[in-house]
């Protein structure tokens, strides 16, 4: 920020993939004297906001999380309400997205997900399979550390050679087998956690919190954050004069 003032999208480092704690749902609906259920509809209501300002902003890949193995725990009548939230917003939302171009994702289990949400589920992934303007990633029954115990399972199934197992081919059993890692982690509401989210792809991304809970989010404040993500020196455990080094190898 020069002068108080925004530098433009063209002098940013837009990171390649960028994934969203999307957390203070709740709190927000306290706020304002509302029923928990009122802040998770406000906050599905703003992916679109979201979603469109990546798309403005030439960020290829997005990752939310909306929902966690931990979110089973929550009240039941809560949990049930965030069920009619996520097949709503695949009725309503999933032909608007493939027409600008969103191709989903999904990264988690459908297992034991009613039948209905997970054909809906299904059903968007095939239908925006060949998209290209964006990927949206969508966490939902997703941890990392099941993530990463699925994966284990499926490489002794292959019956793997222990000698095989290298980093590149551990990452080809994750869900996010063939994107790249996110560059930037999100996480609103002021929390400090990565909360079991990625914990194996996001070993080196950068983390940006911000006390805005998740319905107040918009464009300006994923701005903010390009803004912030842009003034970093991503070392990856390298020392400048490393990097420095290496960018003026021929």
């Known amino acids: 920020m020069v002068n108080g003032k925004m530098p433009p999208l063209s002098e940013l480092s837009v990171p390649q993939h960028v994934a969203i704690i999307m957390d203070g749902n ?20 703003n992916l679109r906001r979201v979603i469109n300002a990546a798309v403005e902003f030439g960020i290829p890949i997005l990752t939310i999380y909306a929902f966690s ?13 965030l069920m009619k ?19 989903i994702h999904h990264i988690g289990e459908l297992e034991g997900v009613d039948p209905k949400l997970s054909a809906g589920v299904r059903n968007a992934i095939e239908l925006t399979k060949d998209n290209k303007r964006l990927i949206l990633n969508v966490a939902f029954n997703y941890g990392g550390r099941r993530e990463i115990l699925h994966a284990v399972r499926r490489m002794l199934e292959d019956n793997l050679p222990p000698e095989q197992l ?18 930037l982690v999100i996480r609103t509401s002021g929390e400090l956690r990565i909360s079991n989210f990625l914990i194996w792809q996001a070993a080196y991304a950068e ?10 989010f918009d464009r300006d404040e994923l701005y903010k954050a390009l803004v912030d993500y842009s003034s970093r ?18």
Request: glycine share 8%; net charge negative; aromatic share 12%.
């Open 207 to 216: 983390f940006y919190p911000t006390p805005t809970y998740w319905p107040d």
């Open 26 to 45: 709740g709190r927000w609906a306290k706020q304002r004297g509302l029923p928990r259920q009122a802040g998770h509809r406000a906050g599905a209501e």
């Open 69 to 81: 193995t931990e979110n089973w725990d929550r009240p039941k009548l809560e949990v049930r309400a």
């Open 85 to 103: 939230i996520f097949a709503r917003v695949l009725n309503q939302e999933v032909y608007e997205l493939h027409e600008q171009g969103v191709c």
């Open 166 to 183: 290298d980093e590149q081919t551990f990452d080809s059993y994750l869900f996010t087998n063939g994107l790249p890692d996110p560059d």
């Open 233 to 250: 020196n991503r070392r990856f455990g390298r020392t400048d004069a490393q990097i420095a080094s290496q960018a003026t190898l021929p």
